[in-house]
Nanobody
Framework: QVRLVESGGGLVQAGGSLRLSCVASGRTFSSYTMAWFRQAPGKEREFVGG????????SYADSVKGRFTASRDNAKNTVYLQMNGLNADDTAVYYCAARKYYGLPRIVNRYDDWGQGTQVTVSS
């Protein structure tokens, strides 16, 4: 089990950029697949993107492909989500999630550990 703490959210104008960070506790971070989800008011939590372990493969939702990039720094126990070209539809609480298995599923209950979330608001 890992403890996850997100940061980097905030208010940004449409077209702008933000970089979210998620710091994980524990000494086996490199063996965890890490994903980002988001949840807008009144909507279900949805997969955004992520980076798997051990191969470092990435996957993204179609709605963010080409705009968002997930990366990780295992030395810092940190996963990032670089978000460019933000629009109002990207407004949501963004969550970091971890699972200790290979593969990058897009289903919420396939992940064992979650952060508290960070709010991203995009003004149009």
């Amino acid at each position: 089990q890992v403890r996850l703490v997100e940061s980097g959210g905030g208010l940004v104008q449409a077209g702008g950029s933000l970089r979210l960070s998620c710091v994980a506790s524990g000494r086996t971070f490199s063996s965890y697949t890490m994903a980002w989800f988001r949840q807008a008011p009144g909507k279900e939590r949805e997969f955004v993107g992520g980076i798997s372990s051990p191969d470092g493969g990435t996957s993204y939702a179609d709605s963010v492909k080409g705009r968002f990039t997930a990366s990780r720094d295992n030395a810092k126990n940190t996963v990032y989500l670089q978000m460019n070209g933000l629009n109002a539809d990207d407004t949501a609480v963004y969550y970091c999630a971890a699972r200790k298995y290979y593969g990058l599923p897009r289903i919420v209950n396939r992940y064992d550990d979650w952060g508290q979330g960070t709010q991203v608001t995009v003004s149009s």
